[in-house]
C-alpha cells in the first residue's frame, strides 16, 4: 500500500504530535524513520524518508495552511528550507531549530502562509539542508 505519492505505507508510520512515535514505528514495522500528517487534522502533500531512516522532510496541509518539516534524530543545529519558485526569481531560505521532541527525536517546522508569501497558484520546490548537507530530493506542490 502507498501513500498518494507513492510513498510505502511502511514509511507512513507515525504522527508529528508525537515524533518520538516515528521512532518506535520505525522499530516496530523494520522500516525508516517516518513522518506523517495524520495528527491535527494535516494531511501529507509530499513526503520523503531517507532509506537509512535518518530523517523525513515533508510537506502537510492543515486547511489553507502549509508546513514544511524536518524529523531526524541524526542531525542537530538548524535546519534550512529553501523554496525555489517556478520562473526566474531567486530561491529564499528559512532557518528554523531543530528542537528535541523527545526520546532523540529532532523536528523542525516551518509556517509556509508565514513566511513565504504566496503569490499565485504556482507550483513550488522545496529544498531541505541539515548540517551544510542537501536532505533528499525536493518536494513540490503548489499553494492553494
Known amino acids: 500500500m502507498t501513500s498518494a505519492n507513492g510513498v510505502p505505507a511502511t514509511r507512513v508510520v507515525a504522527t508529528l504530535l508525537g515524533a518520538s512515535l516515528c521512532v518506535v514505528g520505525a522499530l516496530l514495522l523494520g522500516g525508516p524513520l517516518a513522518a506523517t500528517a495524520a495528527a491535527q487534522g494535516e494531511r501529507a502533500v509530499d513526503t520523503y524518508c531517507s532509506q537509512t ?14 508546513f514544511l518539516k524536518l524529523v531526524t534524530f541524526a542531525h542537530r543545529g ?16 528559512k532557518r528554523r531549530r531543530l528542537r528535541n521532541d523527545g526520546d532523540g527525536v529532532y523536528l523542525a517546522r ?4 508565514r513566511n513565504y508569501p504566496s503569490k499565485g497558484k504556482k507550483r513550488r520546490r522545496v529544498t531541505t539542508f541539515a548540517g551544510g548537507s542537501k536532505l533528499g530530493p525536493a518536494l513540490v506542490f503548489k499553494p492553494a
Not at 530523517?55 to 486547511?63: A, L, P, Q, S, V
Open 110 to 113: 516551518i509556517n509556509w502562509n
Open 53 to 66: 531512516g535518518d530523517y523525513c522532510t515533508e510537506i502537510t496541509r492543515k486547511g489553507r495552511r502549509y
Open 78 to 93: 538548524k535546519a534550512r528550507f529553501c523554496v525555489n519558485p517556478k520562473g526566474p526569481k531567486p530561491r529564499r531560505c
